[in-house]
Structure formats: structure tokens, C-alpha cells
């Protein structure tokens, strides 16, 4: 499949919606559009994946087959790399070799849960209840792990092969069918790999794509009596209406992978050259809009200076452009909205007194860039900079004196997702790893994550995890069987 023929085909998607423009961030110019399916198209497809699921057609599929149709999904995400890095880049703005890398992250998800379809399985026990619980003494359990019938798989448009992967992987290992709504920024990606999967065969009614808007398409499935779980990855905002949808219509299940705010400490006795470069590439990174970048700096009063003209001089020094700019390190913001939100914090900062060390203002050139930004001297206890999630390329730094305070400075948040200490004493180390409240911690590492890892958030990150064996489990339900002996 060419990126024209994704262009020219996700047009001829039925709809009964707004047709949706869909652009290209690093031109602003629009490439394609569709129709919102609205809610009588997410009503098919669920009554399509609820059929699916009731025929058994996916679930009652022996388990190895499960596995080498999911392997052959991930050989031919290989073998289409070319055209869905160029498809990542051209309506995500993410650069060339990051979106192929970022393809082949998304075909390890699938390698990685094809192992697992083999390997779900439950505990058995006999009891003896001595006569307490019940009639009978001895009794023989066990339980079973079985699939959710339908689940609605919902991803923003930050990373869109990377999100599809994370949801489609495990899902389909634990057997679920399900519906599937990529942001509306980034429908292209999704249109392909839903190719695939079919193309590898998973049969026709099990995964079901529907595009179109949150108010309109997100929010019918998440109201939907027939499905069972949401698995959704999102802002925060979003992620509380979620649940007051489940709480209104079915209390179906809920992950949810949230928003972040996350600190970065750096001790006067880190590897200074190290730390900065990673805080800085870790926090502006596809322009701040990757879920754990870094956005609060803490640095340690002795070298405080350091770090701050050390992530200035590097955000200076990163190259942006668009995918077809040689050598360009970090795209652009992915809309007009997001921009208009980006550069109202960095006002919004200005007038409250913070000090722009450098950037605050976009790049005089078509696309949405806004130049990588360090802010100091802002109120910890007011700023809305300071404390909301930006999700572009401004970080804050501030100095800290001992190790209490640092922890007490990044546990000041309502956010959990990661946090990040640099530091050569081991023993702060491991005691700042415990300290900090975020799902991801890392110590002298910045920005990591693997697909055989849980992933999650604290507080108002998230509910439940993502990745490893907590991946799958977050597909299935367990039931126990008790039987007389
Ligand atoms: P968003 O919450 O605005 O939208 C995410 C998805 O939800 C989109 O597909 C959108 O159409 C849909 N949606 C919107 N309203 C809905 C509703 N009422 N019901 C159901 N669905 C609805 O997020 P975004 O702007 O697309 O992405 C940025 C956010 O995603 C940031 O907050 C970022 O931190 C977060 N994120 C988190 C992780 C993680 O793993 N924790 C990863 C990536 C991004």
C-alpha cells in the first residue's frame, strides 16, 4: 500500500459525521480528510466484534495459531515499514529514522504478546474448608483466565503506530475482539495496520476500526452497554470522563495511561555532561509531546547554573524541521490547537514573572514549532506552567538544596508517571527510587520503557498497567470453578 492510496482511500470511509481534515504539522498544509463514522457506526462495529466474539471465531482459536498469526502481523509491519514511518512522519511530524524506529518497536509489541498466547494460565487448589464455607469439605478449584467479549481500544495521536501496537498486541493474545478509535489528528497509520492484521488473519469482525471524534465516536464507546472494557491512553481530562461514562452506562473495566508532569533530579554529584544531555533530549524529544519526557528540571543548588545554561545551549543547539529537513531532530507540535495551548502557558508564564531562558515563541516558518523552551523562576505553589501538563518542549529548572527537598519538590504534583534521579551516590539512589511516587523511575536513565515491562501510572497517571505480563492481564478476567471431590 502507497501513502497515496491511504490518503485517497480513508476518504471512501463510510460516515455520517463532520468530515475531519487531517494535516501535515510540519506544513500545515491538509493531505486527506474523512467522515466521522458517528455513533451508528461504532454501533456496527460493535455488533460486529460482540458477533465475533460470540462465534468464538478468535477466542476458540487454538492458541498456537493466535500466536503465529500475531507473529506474521509483526513481519509484515516490517515489511511495510517504509511506507508507515513515512505515514508516521508525515501526520505525526515525527523525523524519518525516529518514525522507522518506531515502527519496529510497534512490531516487537506483537512478537512479544505472540509468545504469551501460549502462556495464560491459572492456578488449581483442592481446599479442604473443614465444613466452614459450605456443605462440603473437600472441594477442588481452579481458575480460569478468559478474554473480555468486546473491548474499545482508544489512543491519542502522540505516537500513533506505537499506541495501536501496545493495544492491539495484548488484546488480541488474550483473545479479546475489539473496537478501535486512533485520535483524529492521526487516522493514517491505523488505516494500514488494520490492513495487516487481516492480511495476516485475523478473521473479519474481530478488530473493527471506527475514526472520527471523541465527543461523537470515543464517547459512544465508551457508553456502549456491549462493551466491556476501555482500555484508553490520554490526557487526564479525558480519562476522568471515561469513567464517568462507565459509571453511567455499564461500569465496564478501565486502564487508563494518563498524563505527566515528571522531575528530573539532578545531584551536584551526577555525571553533569550525561544528566544534561539526557534531561535535555528527554525533555524535548518529539517536542515534549511523548508521555514521559521530562518537563521539571531539579537541580542541586551547587550545580544549578550549570544545568540551566547546559539545557539551554543543548535546546538551542537541536535541530527542528519536517521530515524532509536533513538532519532534523525534533518535528513540530502536532495541530494548530496544540500550539495555541503551548505558547498560552509560555504567556501565561511570562506573566506571572517567570524568566524565558530560552525559546517562548514559535519558528518564523510554516508548521507548528515552537522553539525548545527552558523556564526559571516560577512559583512552585501557582504557576499553571509549572503544575499542568504542557505536553510541548518547555521544561522548568529549579534549584534544590538536599535530598528531602528534591523528593519533596518532585512528589509535588498530581501526577505519577515517571521521574527520573542522576546521581553516582548508590545508596540516594535506591532510596530516591523509592521515594519517588511515579510508576517509571529511572536512575541515570532517561525515557525508558520496554514492551516485557508493566507501565503505569501513580496518582492521576493512570489506572492499571500496560506492557509485560500486567499487558495481557489487563484483557482478561478470572473466574473461578469449584468442584466436589
Ligand atoms: P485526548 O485525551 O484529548 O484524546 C485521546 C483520545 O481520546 C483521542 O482518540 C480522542 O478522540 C479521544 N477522546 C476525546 N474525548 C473523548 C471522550 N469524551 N470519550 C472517549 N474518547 C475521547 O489526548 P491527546 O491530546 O490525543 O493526547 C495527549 C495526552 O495523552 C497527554 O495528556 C499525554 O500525556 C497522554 N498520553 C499518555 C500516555 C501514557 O501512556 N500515559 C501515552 C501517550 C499520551
Known amino acids: 500500500m502507497t501513502v497515496q492510496a491511504v490518503l485517497d482511500q480513508i476518504r471512501e470511509r463510510p460516515g455520517t459525521g463532520d468530515v475531519i481534515p487531517v494535516f501535515d504539522p510540519a506544513t500545515e498544509e491538509q493531505i486527506t480528510e474523512f467522515t466521522d463514522c458517528g455513533p451508528e457506526g461504532v454501533n456496527d462495529a460493535v455488533a460486529r466484534a460482540k458477533e465475533s466474539a460470540d462465534s468464538g471465531i478468535w477466542k476458540g482459536k487454538a492458541d498456537y495459531e493466535r500466536a503465529k498469526i500475531l507473529w506474521k502481523v509483526a513481519d509484515l509491519i516490517d515489511e511495510n515499514k517504509a511506507v508507515l514511518a513515512e505515514l508516521e512522519s508525515l501526520n505525526a511530524g515525527i523525523p524519518p529514522s525516529q518514525a522507522e524506529v518506531i515502527v519496529s518497536v510497534g512490531s516487537e509489541w506483537f512478537r512479544y504478546y505472540a509468545g504469551w498466547c501460549t502462556k495464560v494460565d491459572g492456578i488449581a487448589r483442592d481446599v479442604n474448608t473443614g465444613g466452614l464455607m459450605g456443605m462440603d469439605s473437600h472441594m477442588h478449584a481452579y481458575t480460569l483466565r478468559e478474554p473480555y467479549d468486546v473491548v474499545g481500544l482508544i489512543f491519542p495521536w502522540n505516537g500513533p503506530v506505537f499506541n495501536y501496537c501496545a493495544k492491539l498486541a495484548p488484546s488480541l493474545a488474550a483473545g479479546c475482539s475489539s473496537v478501535v478509535k486512533p485520535a483524529e489528528e492521526t487516522p493514517l497509520s491505523a488505516f494500514v495496520l488494520d490492513r495487516i492484521l487481516h492480511e495476516a488473519g485475523v478473521p473479519e469482525g474481530v478488530v473493527n476500526l471506527v475514526n472520527g471524534r471523541g465527543h461523537t465516536v470515543g464517547a459512544a464507546i465508551t457508553a456502549h452497554d456491549d462493551v466491556d472494557k476501555v482500555a484508553f491512553t490520554g490526557s487526564t481530562e479525558v480519562g476522568r470522563e471515561i469513567v464517568r461514562a462507565s459509571a453511567a452506562s455499564n461500569l465496564n473495566k478501565i486502564t487508563l495511561e494518563l498524563g505527566g508532569k515528571s522531575p528530573v533530579l539532578i545531584f551536584d554529584d551526577a555525571d553533569l555532561d550525561t544528566a544534561i544531555m539526557m534531561a535535555g533530549f528527554g525533555t524535548f524529544v518529539h517536542s515534549g509531546q511523548a508521555c514521559i519526557c521530562g518537563s521539571r528540571i531539579f537541580a542541586q543548588r551547587g550545580v544549578y547554573e550549570k544545568v540551566v545554561d547546559g539545557i539551554a545551549n543543548l535546546a538551542n543547539g537541536l535541530q527542528l524541521g519536517g521530515p524532509k529537513d536533513e538532519g532534523a531532530m525534533i518535528g513540530p507540535l502536532i495541530s494548530a490547537k496544540q500550539l495555541g495551548r503551548v505558547m498560552g502557558y509560555v504567556d501565561q508564564g511570562k506573566q ?134
Do not use: C
Open 352 to 485: 506571572d514573572g517567570a524568566e524565558i531562558v530560552t525559546g517562548g515563541h514559535r519558528l518564523d516558518r510554516k508548521g507548528y514549532f515552537v522553539h525548545p523552551t527552558v523556564v526559571t523562576n516560577v512559583d512552585p505553589a501557582t504557576s499553571r506552567l509549572y503544575r499542568e501538563e504542557i505536553f510541548g518542549p518547555v521544561v522548568t529548572i529549579l534549584p534544590f538544596d538536599d535530598e528531602d527537598e528534591a523528593v519533596a519538590m518532585a512528589n509535588d504534583t498530581t501526577y505519577g508517571l515517571a521521574a527520573t534521579a542522576w546521581t553516582k551516590d548508590v545508596g540516594r539512589a535506591h532510596r530516591i527510587a523509592k521515594r519517588l511516587k511515579a510508576g517509571t523511575v529511572g536512575v541515570n536513565a532517561q525515557m525508558q520503557f520496554d514492551h516485557s515491562l508493566p507501565f503505569g501510572g501513580y496518582k492521576q497517571s493512570g489506572w492499571g498497567l500496560e506492557a509485560g505480563k500486567a499487558g495481557i492481564d489487563a484483557y482478561l478476567q478470572t473466574k473461578v470453578v469449584w468442584t466436589q471431590m
